[in-house]
């Protein structure tokens, strides 16, 4: 398939390279930022541009990766560029890549569109395998439908349909598994670089506490002193955070969490 890119970031650079792998043309790279929307069209080997209003027209799937706030505004840019440009609509079928955002940000825009979602998290810097990517597709007719398969089939071996209302809440749960957990390293990091210890101290652990949920159920591979409540351990962790009375009241809220979980299972 034809295909121009709306976004330069970590999923557009990611998905651009699975796409240009699995044999289909990138046409071009549209970003609002020159040097970003240059980088991936360099990788891509495809031109690269700032100008909505020169977009190519010739595609026959426009995938926008961008922030939520923008897509609305970007939506209404790109479709009104094409019509001006002379191109059939009605031949092109477009999709976003947000799991928090609903398809119908598309309505009365286009008459074929849908959502891509590939649950995972990306970064520029590192390569990831698509093929084990589960991704998440959802389309408004059979055109757009046809199309989104396929393309979702041609770079990963887990394609799924999902409706705007459910992938919602796995969206609310990747945060929750990804984001949230992310924030938590990073907490752990600076605690750490404070007492002149590195963070790869901590990979074992980490990667022992991933592996175990392939295996366990996140609630059996939990441990730690707030399973069981030990206020005494509990009260002298808070006590070292004194300092900081957000990341305290954190912990705190934390530790009360995850013991009325195990309280409850």
Same mark, same amino acid.
């Given at each position: 398939?034809?295909?121009?890119?709306?976004?330069?970031?970590?999923?557009?650079?990611?998905?651009g390279k699975?796409?240009?792998?699995?044999?289909?043309?990138i046409?071009?790279v549209y970003?609002?930022?020159?040097?970003?929307?240059?980088a991936?069209?360099?990788?891509?080997?495809?031109?690269?541009?700032?100008?909505?209003?020169?977009?190519?027209?010739?595609?026959?799937?426009?995938?926008?990766?961008?922030?939520?706030?923008?897509?609305?505004?970007?939506?209404?840019e790109?479709?009104?560029?094409?019509?001006s440009?002379?191109?059939?609509?009605?031949?092109?079928?477009?999709?976003?890549?947000?799991?928090?955002?609903?398809? %119908?940000v598309f309505?009365?825009?286009a008459?074929?569109?849908?959502?891509?979602?590939?649950?995972?998290?990306?970064?520029?810097?590192?390569?990831?395998d698509?093929?084990?990517?589960?991704?998440?597709?959802?389309?408004?007719?059979e055109?757009?439908?046809?199309?989104?398969?396929?393309?979702?089939?041609?770079?990963?071996?887990?394609?799924?349909?999902?409706?705007?209302? %459910?992938?919602?809440?796995?969206?609310?749960?990747?945060?929750?598994?990804?984001?949230?957990?992310?924030?938590?390293?990073?907490?752990?990091?600076?605690?750490?670089a404070?007492?002149?210890?590195?963070?790869?101290?901590?990979?074992?652990?980490?990667?022992?506490?991933?592996?175990?949920?392939?295996?366990?159920?996140?609630?059996?591979?939990?441990t730690?002193?707030?399973?069981?409540?030990d206020?005494?351990?509990?009260?002298?962790?808070?006590?070292?955070?004194?300092?900081?009375?957000?990341?305290?009241?954190?912990?705190e809220?934390?530790?009360?969490?995850?013991?009325?979980?195990?309280?409850?299972?």
């Amino acid at each position: 398939m034809k295909i121009v890119l709306i976004g330069a970031g970590n999923l557009a650079t990611n998905l651009g390279k699975a796409l240009k792998k699995a044999g289909h043309d990138i046409l071009q790279v549209y970003s609002r930022t020159a040097t970003s929307a240059e980088a991936l069209a360099a990788i891509l080997g495809c031109p690269a541009t700032t100008d909505l209003p020169t977009i190519d027209n010739r595609a026959d799937v426009y995938i926008l990766s961008i922030k939520d706030k923008a897509l609305r505004d970007v939506i209404g840019e790109l479709t009104r560029a094409l019509n001006s440009s002379g191109a059939a609509l009605s031949e092109k079928v477009f999709l976003h890549t947000a799991g928090s955002m609903p398809m %119908d940000v598309f309505k009365d825009k286009a008459p074929h569109y849908g959502v891509f979602y590939p649950m995972q998290t990306f970064s520029k810097a590192r390569e990831t395998d698509f093929s084990m990517i589960p991704t998440f597709i959802e389309w408004n007719d059979e055109t757009a439908h046809t199309r989104l398969a396929a393309l979702a089939q041609s770079i990963s071996r887990r394609v799924y349909p999902l409706s705007t209302a %459910d992938r919602k809440y796995l969206h609310l749960s990747a945060v929750w598994a990804c984001n949230f957990v992310n924030h938590c390293y990073d907490i752990a990091a600076g605690i750490l670089a404070a007492h002149h210890l590195p963070f790869d101290v901590m990979l074992p652990l980490i990667d022992e506490t991933a592996r175990k949920v392939h295996t366990l159920s996140p609630h059996d591979a939990q441990t730690g002193p707030a399973v069981r409540y030990d206020e005494n351990v509990i009260a002298a962790q808070s006590a070292l955070m004194a300092d900081d009375p957000e990341l305290q009241q954190l912990y705190e809220l934390l530790s009360k969490s995850i013991h009325r979980q195990a309280k409850h299972m």
